[in-house]
C-alpha cells in the first residue's frame, strides 16, 4: 500500500484535510500516518527518516503533502525520498498579487487560538452538556439553536459538534412520548420556536442503534420506532419545522445542512 | 474587506480548511462566506449571484475557494466575478502520474460517512459523555486514553473532541483535593495507568475561568488553583505522567498533542 504523510509544525489538520481530500478521489487504499508539531531541526530530521524507512519498506516513493512555511524545516522534508506536494507554494503568489498584500509567512497555526474562538467553544460545549437530553429546558434563552427529534436520531453529536467546530450553542430536546401522542410542542418550546431544528432518521436505522442499547426492548422495536418517527414527522411538517433526515450523513454533513438552512452566525471559520 | 467564498457540493469543510490556510498568512481581515451542499444547476447559479453581489458591494473580486469536480457546477462557479482558487485541479494529475492510478471523480464526499467511521464516533461520544468528570470510574477497561487533570484544565472538551474528530474513545477524571493531598493516584487509575494523559493549565488562566463558573469561590481563589497545580504537576513527575499545558493551546492542538505522544490509534482520517 502506498504510503502518505500529513506533516507540519502545528496539528497537520490542514495537511490532512488537503491531503485526504486529494487522495479520496482514487479508487485505491493508502497507509495514513501524521506527524504533528514538526517545530525544530532535529524533529524533521527524524520525520525524514520516517519517511524514508515507509518508502523504504514497501518499495514506493511516499506522498508527502505538508505546510511548511520555515525555510529550513521545509528543506529537510524536501529532500526526503517521497514526493512532496505543498498545497501552500501553488496559490500564496497568486493571492498577494490579486490583494496587494505580502503574505507573512508565520509559524504555522492555522489550527490554534486566536479571535477568542476558544472560549466561544468552550462556552458552547459546557451550554451543550447542561442542556443535553433535556435536561434544562428553562435555559433555552441563550440557545443559538435547539435540536428536536425522538431518542437517538443523532441530536447529542449534533450539538457537540456545533459546539466544538463552530461554537454555535446547541440544546437538544428528545420528544416524550406524550409529546408525540398529543402531536403539539410542549409550552416551553413554543416559546421559542424559531431555533427549533428536526432530526429524523430511518426506522431500521433507528430500530439497530436503539438495539445496540437496549436489546429486545420496546423502545426498540419495529412498531415504536416506526410510530416514533411517524408522529415525529408529522409534527414537523404541521409546526412547519425544518429539519433533516440524518440516516446518510456525517455529523458533518449534518450540521453544515443545519448551518446553511438556518444561516446561524458561527463563532469560528 | 475583500470578500472570500468557501463553495462544496458537500459541507465545503475542504474548502473551508483551503482557503483559510491560506488566507491567514495574509495580515489583513476577510468577509467569510461558506456555501455548502451546491448540488444541483439552480443552486449554482444562485451562489454565483451571491459571489457577483459580493463583488458588486465591495467593489473588489471576491476570493472563491472550491473544490467541485463536476463539469457543469464548475463552469457555472467558474463564470462568476471572482476570482478562482482551485486545489484539487494542480494536484490531481500529478498524483495520478505518480501512482498510476486514474483519479475518478465523483460528488464530493471527504466529509460523508465511510469505513464505518461514523459508528466509532457516535460510540466514543456516547463513551466520553458516560465516563465524563470521573462519573464512571468501573468503566475505564473500555478507555483508549484517560485525561486527567483539576477541575476546569480542559478534560471535557479534549474527550469530546478526540471522540468526534478521530473516534478514540476518552474518559475524563478530575483530581480531587484528596487524591492531590495524598500526592497518590486512586487505586482505579493505577490498574490503566499506561492510559493516564495529564492535563495542566496556568494558575491566572485556571482562575479566570473558575471565576465565570463561581465567582469569588475559594474553588476559584489563587491560594487553591495553585496549590491544586503544584500538587497535580508533582504528582504527574512523581508516576512518569505525560502532560500538556492547555492554556495557549486550542483544543485542536491539545489533541493532536495528545494523538502525537501516546500514538493512539484513531479510526478516522
Do not use: W
Not at 63 to 89: A, K, W
Not at 95 to 111: V, W, Y
Amino acid at each position: 500500500m502506498r504510503p502518505a504523510f500529513y506533516i507540519s509544525d502545528g496539528t497537520a489538520i490542514t495537511s490532512e484535510v488537503f491531503g485526504h481530500a486529494l487522495l479520496s478521489l482514487f479508487p485505491t487504499e493508502f497507509e495514513h500516518h501524521t506527524i504533528s508539531f514538526v517545530e525544530t531541526i532535529e524533529k524533521a530530521l527524524e520525520a525524514k527518516d520516517k519517511i524514508n524507512a515507509a518508502c523504504k519498506r514497501t518499495g514506493q516513493p511516499a506522498l508527502v503533502f505538508h505546510t511548511f512555511v520555515n525555510h529550513e524545516i521545509r528543506e529537510i522534508i524536501d529532500s526526503c525520498d517521497g514526493v512532496i506536494y505543498n498545497f501552500l507554494e501553488h496559490f500564496v503568489s497568486p493571492i498577494e498579487k490579486e490583494i496587494g498584500i505580502a503574505a507573512k509567512p508565520k509559524a504555522h497555526r492555522t489550527h490554534s487560538i486566536h479571535e477568542n474562538s476558544y472560549d466561544y467553544r468552550i462556552d458552547a460545549v459546557n451550554y451543550a452538556l447542561a442542556n443535553d437530553d433535556g435536561s434544562n429546558i428553562s435555559n433555552y434563552e441563550d440557545a443559538d439553536i435547539i435540536l428536536v427529534g425522538v431518542s437517538r436520531s443523532g441530536k447529542t453529536p449534533s450539538s457537540l459538534y456545533l459546539a466544538l467546530q463552530y461554537g454555535v450553542k446547541a440544546a437538544n430536546y428528545p420528544f416524550t412520548e406524550e409529546d408525540l401522542e398529543d402531536l403539539r410542542l410542549p409550552e416551553f418550546l413554543k416559546a421559542h420556536k424559531k431555533k427549533i431544528f428536526g432530526l429524523t432518521i430511518d426506522a431500521d436505522r433507528l430500530m439497530e442503534i436503539r438495539d445496540n442499547r437496549m436489546a429486545n426492548s420496546r423502545y426498540s422495536s419495529a412498531r415504536q420506532c416506526r410510530m416514533e418517527l411517524r408522529e415525529v414527522e408529522k409534527l414537523y411538517k404541521k409546526e412547519k419545522i425544518p429539519f433533516v433526515n440524518t440516516t446518510k450523513f456525517s455529523v458533518e454533513e449534518i450540521t453544515a445542512k443545519i448551518l446553511a438552512e438556518t444561516g446561524l452566525q458561527r463563532y469560528k471559520y
